[in-house]
């Protein structure tokens, strides 16, 4: 059989990074189950991380196919470690703004909201440009998530305006979730064989700078929020570079299968 | 060639729709798979039946119980059976028939509208999202037919849904999303 990877066929490591986006966010915030401020977000939490988990699902698969040699998702999602994983590190912080020392804090609805905006509205425009890849399969995948995507960024916008022009508590608490996670935005741009990958399967990345920055722009004033500058450390999650948070996501989320690591289910 | 009969005069799979006929989806037990516009193909190959089905969200849970269920049920007619997942063209709403639009009404889902009307608006911004429909572009209540009604909550029981709820007999009641 011929396995040579042809040039339509998208790199392992990109679609590997599509799918840590979507499982670790997906993970992230599968932690307001149960938890949710009310009840109609716990359940939309829920089904977003539903959606969320069900795109890295067809990644991964898409990935093992591909690979061949026994690997499978499960094998992608349990048994890699932290330095192999490529998602932002934008999607791996806790649901609380940045703590120090042996603080603790209770998770706060407000970062959720502003990083499920800001990842939405960039994952619209990819998912829209990658419809059109030259790899049919991650087109096909594109496709679909592109509908779920469009629905989240209708939610968290919502919440956006909703919390940001609502009390002074909740703006307080929309504002410093926003200066909390901007400086992570800036990693979306820096240019790595990640984005060399996008843009040989269609991607315009400075036309996706354009657009999302329009949205952010347009969803920030409907709130009343104010957009902090650039600046400060540029993370390096998609390089696997991570924070010290992912390893305690990953531990969570993959202690079961390596528990029993033949355990079929 | 592998052969692949016509599908209109094939007995075996006209025999196959007739037992697919009788498969609803897990999650709204009143539709067919083939009215959800879930099952899209059934083929005779030399070496059996092959049934393509379309997933409709990326994370819903009732599609592997869908695919056991059509293996499981063509099984009856003796030959082998694989099931194809076919991501493109990706599942929309505007596959559902009438009268599977009908049925969800009348079991209390309000259905989805054409994707073809709502458009881009499915992204469209507004502080609230259901105040800026327009009274054609809002479901209407399935208990009452009354169109006015507002979104509670962009997720309802299943990620397919919205709660909505109807301002002239305050009956809440699920939406099917377009989609």
């Not at chain 1, 997906?26 to 795109?55: F, K």
């Not at chain 1, 496709?143 to 939610?155: A, V």
Request: glycine share 6%.
């Amino acid at each position: 059989m011929d396995t040579r990877v042809t040039p339509a066929k998208a790199p392992e490591d990109y679609l590997l990074h599509l799918a840590d986006n979507a499982m670790v966010l997906g993970q992230r915030n599968a932690e307001w189950c149960g938890h949710g401020p009310i009840l109609e977000e716990d359940i939309a939490m829920a089904n977003v991380s539903l959606d969320l988990i069900g795109q890295a699902r067809l990644l991964y698969q898409l990935v093992a196919e591909r690979r061949g040699h026994g690997c499978t998702e499960d094998t992608l999602a349990y048994f890699r470690d932290v330095p192999q994983f490529r998602n932002y590190t934008l999607l791996e912080l806790p649901h609380h703004g940045p703590l120090v020392g042996y603080a603790v804090a209770e998770r706060d609805y407000a970062v959720t909201l502003v990083r499920n905006f800001l990842i939405s509205a960039l994952m619209v425009e990819v998912w829209a440009g990658l419809s059109h890849a030259p790899d049919p399969e991650l087109a096909a995948i594109a496709e679909r998530s592109l509908k779920e995507t469009r629905y989240h960024l209708r939610h968290s916008h919502d919440w956006l305006v909703r919390l940001g022009d609502g009390t002074d508590e909740s703006h307080q608490r929309m504002q410093a979730a926003l200066d909390h996670l901007w400086a992570y935005t800036q990693e979306f741009w820096t240019a790595t064989d990640l984005e060399a990958a996008a843009t040989q399967q269609g991607l315009d990345m400075a036309a996706i700078r354009h657009a999302w920055q329009t949205t952010v722009t347009a969803g920030l004033a409907q709130a009343t929020l104010r957009q902090p500058a650039d600046g400060g450390y540029v993370s390096q999650g998609k390089q696997c570079v991570h924070s010290e948070h992912l390893g305690y996501l990953l531990a969570e989320m993959q202690s079961l299968a390596r528990a029993h690591p033949q355990g079929q289910w | 060639m592998p052969r692949i009969a016509d599908t209109d005069f094939d007995p075996l799979i006209q025999q196959a729709w007739q037992v697919l006929e009788t498969l609803t989806d897990p999650e709204i037990p009143v539709v067919t798979l083939r009215d959800m516009g879930i099952v899209r193909k059934v083929l005779h190959h030399d070496d059996g039946l092959e049934v393509i089905i379309t997933p409709t969200y990326s994370g819903c849970p009732a599609m592997e119980q869908i695919e056991d269920d059509v293996r499981t049920s063509l099984a009856q007619l003796g030959g082998p059976v694989r099931v194809t997942t076919q991501l493109s063209p990706a599942w929309t709403t505007d596959w559902m028939s009438d009268a599977a639009r009908e049925k969800l009404r009348a079991y209390g889902i309000a259905p989805p509208h054409r994707c073809a009307s709502v458009g881009d608006n499915v992204v469209q911004f507004a502080p609230r999202a259901a105040s800026r429909l327009t009274a054609p572009d809002r479901p209407a209540c399935p208990q009452c037919g009354s169109l006015q009604t507002t979104e509670v909550s962009h997720f309802g029981s299943t990620a397919c849904k919205a709660l909505y709820k109807c301002l002239n007999c305050l009956e809440p009641f699920d939406y099917f999303k377009p989609y």
